[in-house]
């Protein structure tokens, strides 16, 4: 995808440039930009008349990190969860009984939440999948946007779309849930399906991601939310306007056990056949896939989304890396919402994905590294979502996204290998220097477009208010629980296809108990 331009003439002299996974940091470089794309990287570049100058003496300069997957809705539900697996926790931030709608302002304040925690943690691009049900406010989508917009970062925003209750989405509803609670819950009705094709088709209009640097994504929320009509309509917008798409995808044992009930097939061979499936598609966990799936997957060119960190906290189980490396699946990387993981920090995600992935069990030679972890969370993040030819390096032609990390900060102090020490050491608090789009929007480790603390003040206010709101509908979720959870168990005594790629050491695949 191309990128509109800034006007901004900026030159940062004498930095340890890390310019991508592959390559080793180069001492006393320069980073020339105008108007937000790169156009040298070299030692001792002149200056031009009239252009800015940052002396990043002393800073490790990278690729800023891309964050490619969460949901801002779930922001003020950071530390609220524990010892839930998917199926029940989600009941809990897209409950049964929806509280009073945010109103604008606080779904702005919401977002920054997430995005002030981007950029102190060294991220530049963000995939925000959002929900507005059941009322889907304009003026609270184009919050979010604004939010975005007025920090400074970059990103992609969805409105979270599905026309099946989402309530249903689990086998054996009619069975598990009494019927006074199904119709209590039936009354809410279907999701306005019209209206939601009308909002996709006015953001792919407006929010375009060639054009801004705030773009819309289209965003079914999967398969067994959605109806095959509706993956279909959604798929051919994205195509018609040259849009990035994402969906959720087996991310858990339960969901296995749900395309086998609901399709009779596996959910990746039901995306397939309906040709959902394309190179301009970002999966999201793909934990719970067979060797066949994963080949469909590589010969449609979509990418996966690996959510170590938010997959560990629900229980999902582990995304085999590995096998959809050597299958050629290009692999990006996410934090997930607040709500399930509690954080949005990627360098704990680029961490997780290293670590996560070393076992007693394979040989070292097949366990992931630091680098490529580091390009899983730079280069893979950004051909996931189109932008494989202008973002996630630092060279001639990409944009200036990047980030200067202090190297007189602990994480690497003794500096011997810049890059491990900064997937298995820092944590942001070497973060100094952030610019995305030839902007600065950190600076000596202050935010440069917005009055942080100002905006920490009101979002404590925002959240003391709307706290009542979020218990009271919190509560009505404990009505309904006992069933879901009588619902996840009979899902654990199913089989499910023996090919799958086993994602938790701790129990077969196959498995036929708690």
Request: charged residues 15%; contains cysteine; proline residues 7%.
């Amino acid at each position: 995808m191309s990128i509109s331009p800034k006007t901004d003439s900026l030159i940062v002299k004498n930095a340890l440039v890390l310019a991508s996974g592959d390559t080793s940091p180069q001492p006393h470089t320069d980073i020339l930009i105008e108007q937000g794309t790169i156009v040298a990287v070299a030692a001792d570049l002149s200056i031009p008349p009239g252009c800015a100058v940052i002396d990043a003496t002393g800073l490790l300069v990278t690729p800023g990190l891309i964050n490619g997957h969460f949901h801002s809705h779930e922001h003020f539900h950071k530390g609220r969860f524990d010892n839930l697996p998917l199926e029940l926790w989600m009941h809990f931030v897209r409950p049964p009984v929806a509280p009073p709608p945010l109103t604008p302002e606080q779904v702005y304040l919401r977002t920054m939440i997430g995005a002030i925690e981007a950029i102190r943690t060294g991220t530049t691009f963000v995939v925000d999948d959002v929900n507005h049900a059941p009322h889907f406010s304009m003026e609270c989508i184009d919050a979010v946007f604004q939010a975005y917009e007025d920090i400074g970062l970059r990103a992609l925003v969805s409105v979270s779309f599905y026309d099946l209750p989402f309530y249903r989405a689990v086998p054996f509803f009619d069975e598990e849930m009494p019927r006074h609670l199904r119709e209590q819950l039936d009354r809410q009705g279907l999701p306005d399906r019209d209206r939601l094709l009308t909002i996709a088709q006015h953001l792919a209009q407006t929010r375009h991601p060639n054009q801004h640097r705030v773009g819309y994504i289209v965003a079914p929320s999967a398969p067994q939310r959605c109806s095959r009509s509706f993956l279909v309509q959604l798929g051919e917008l994205a195509n018609t306007y040259n849009l990035p798409m994402m969906l959720h995808l087996l991310e858990t044992r339960l969901q296995a056990v749900t395309g086998q009930l609901f399709h009779q097939c596996s959910m990746t061979e039901y995306l397939a056949e309906l040709g959902i499936l394309s190179d301009r598609i970002a999966l999201q966990h793909c934990v719970w896939l067979t060797p066949h799936d994963i080949k469909l997957l590589a010969q449609s060119g979509a990418s996966v989304v690996y959510n170590p960190l938010s997959n560990l906290k629900l229980g999902s189980g582990r995304m085999p890396v590995r096998a959809f490396q050597e299958a050629g699946v290009n692999i990006a990387l996410a934090s997930d919402g607040c709500g399930s993981r509690d954080s949005l920090n990627m360098l704990s995600v680029m961490q997780a994905a290293a670590l996560l992935n070393k076992s007693p069990t394979t040989a070292p030679e097949q366990w992931i590294s630091a680098e490529e972890a580091f390009k899983f969370a730079t280069i893979g993040g950004a051909k996931a979502f189109g932008f494989e030819q202008v973002l996630g390096k630092i060279a001639p032609g990409y944009r200036a996204d990047f980030v200067g990390y202090r190297l007189n900060n602990l994480s690497f102090v003794p500096l011997n290998h810049p890059l491990r020490q900064l997937v298995y050491a820092e944590t942001g608090a070497a973060v100094d220097l952030v610019v995305v789009d030839g902007v600065e929007v950190m600076c000596s480790g202050k935010l440069t477009q917005v009055n942080e603390q100002a905006l920490i003040e009101a979002i404590y206010k925002v959240h003391h208010q709307i706290l009542p709101a979020m218990q009271e509908s919190e509560a009505t979720v404990q009505t309904f629980l006992p069933y879901y959870r009588q619902i996840y168990d009979r899902c654990l005594t199913q089989p499910v296809d023996p090919t799958i790629l086993t994602p938790d050491l701790s129990q077969p695949a196959t498995g036929a108990t708690c």
